[in-house]
């Protein structure tokens, strides 16, 4: 079993950066950002493959979040810039056994294995 733990969220201003990560107890395949906004659904955030020579991301994020690996931590990141008040959410970083990296596998958290407990982004206006 691999344990998962989030750290780096807080509270912000618009327009700030902030950079999560994910420590993770062990190896891991392909990894995931996800988020929960207040009332509203998860929504898949980013994908890495365990390489962490590609990635994607949601349309809402694209140009301005940037998912990495460092595979000697065990550790993903993702760099968050250009932040805006409706990135605000609970930030959760999931992974898969597996490295198998293809759309639309990634994007559903029920694909995932292990999840971490969450970090609270709060951006202000």
């Known amino acids: 079993q691999v344990q998962l733990v989030e750290s780096g969220g807080g509270l912000v201003q618009a327009g700030d950066s902030l950079r999560l990560s994910c420590a993770a107890s062990?190896?891991?395949?392909?990894m995931g950002w996800f988020r929960q906004a207040p009332g509203k659904e998860h929504e898949f955030v980013a994908a890495?493959?365990?390489?962490?020579?590609?990635?994607d991301y949601a349309d809402s994020v694209k140009g301005r979040f940037t998912i990495s690996r460092d595979n000697a931590k065990n550790t993903a990141y993702l760099e968050m810039n250009s932040l805006k008040p409706e990135d605000t959410a609970v930030y959760y970083c999931?992974?898969?056994?597996?490295?198998?990296?293809?759309?639309?596998?990634?994007?559903?958290?029920?694909?995932?294995?292990?999840w971490g407990q969450g970090t609270q982004v709060t951006v202000s206006r």
């Open positions: 999931g992974a898969q056994r597996s490295a198998t990296f293809y759309h639309p596998n990634y994007i559903h958290r029920a694909n995932y294995d292990y």
């Open positions: 890495i493959t365990s390489g962490g020579a590609n990635t």
């Open positions: 062990g190896r891991t395949g392909v």
